[in-house]
């Protein structure tokens, strides 16, 4: 049974930091796989912030690009989302995905992702 459990969100000014984990358990080892993480603020449709593919390869929305890293542990199985530069747009709740095929058949396809965790808030004042 795979579960994801996040952690690390807060309240932070623009212009701070904060780093967002995942940790993920029930993965089988040798199967390919997509995390990523998505947020939802208030009143908005949830989107898709960052994709880590487990081939290493990563992708993120044009919003964050240059202020976002997402990244992940293996021996951890955690996956973190650094994240720098936070201006107040970034305020939402912020969910770790996972989903068993490569990320670009999910994003080609628009299938969704089948495991959530709970998400954690992030709220950045100006």
């Known amino acids: 049974q795979v579960h994801l459990v996040e952690s690390g969100g807060g309240s932070v000014q623009a212009g701070g930091s904060l780093s967002l984990s995942c940790a993920a358990s029930?993965?089988?080892?040798?199967?390919?796989?997509?995390m990523g993480w998505f947020r939802q603020a208030p009143g908005k449709k949830r989107e898709r912030v960052a994709l880590?593919?487990?081939?290493?390869?990563?992708s993120y929305i044009d919003s964050v690009k240059g202020r976002f890293t997402v990244s992940r542990d293996n021996a951890e199985n955690t996956l973190y989302l650094q994240m720098s530069s936070l201006k107040p747009e970034d305020t939402a709740m912020y969910y770790c995905?996972?989903?068993?095929?490569?990320?670009?058949?999910?994003?080609?396809?628009?299938?969704?992702?089948?495991?959530w965790g709970q998400g954690t808030q992030v709220s950045v004042s100006s």
């Open positions: 995905a996972a989903e068993f095929a490569p990320c670009e058949v999910i994003t080609e396809t628009r299938a969704d992702f089948g495991y």
């Open positions: 029930g993965f089988p080892y040798d199967k390919y796989y997509c």
């Open positions: 880590f593919d487990s081939d290493g390869s990563t």
